[in-house]
């Protein structure tokens, strides 16, 4: 049984940073695409960043290109969004999802498997 599971969340000041994490449990070799997904009140969901924890290829989406980093510590399999320079329109509920034999083109599909999220807001 596969599990995500993010923390990391909170309240950050616009230009600021923060890391979620997400705890992966469950598969059975490295064959998946995982990343995260984000979000807001009235927003349609959104990929932002994704991994191929096959071939390492990373994806993010236009919104957050340059300011946020997506890592993989391949000891434990976590998987980590630095998130730098942070704006208002940041502002979501970040997801952690996976799907088994995809790419880091998961971001602009559809995943298997979701944590339960975690609030980001940025706010002054």
């Known amino acids: 049984q596969v599990q995500l599971v993010e923390s990391g969340g909170g309240l950050v000041q616009p230009g600021g940073s923060l890391r979620l994490s997400c705890a992966v449990r469950?598969?059975?070799?490295?064959?998946?695409?995982i990343g995260w997904f984000r979000q807001a009140p009235g927003k349609e969901r959104e990929g932002v960043s994704c991994l191929s924890t096959t071939f390492g290829g990373t994806y993010y989406s236009d919104s957050v290109q340059g300011r946020f980093a997506i890592s993989r510590d391949i000891s434990t399999g976590t998987v980590y969004l630095q998130m730098n320079k942070l704006k208002p329109e940041d502002t979501a509920v970040y997801y952690c999802?996976?799907?088994?034999?995809?790419?880091?083109?998961?971001?602009?599909?559809?995943?298997?498997?979701w944590g339960q999220g975690t609030q980001v807001t940025v706010s002054s």
């Open positions: 469950g598969f059975s070799s490295d064959n998946y695409g």
């Open positions: 999802a996976a799907r088994h034999f995809f790419t880091e083109r998961l971001c602009e599909g559809i995943p298997e498997y």
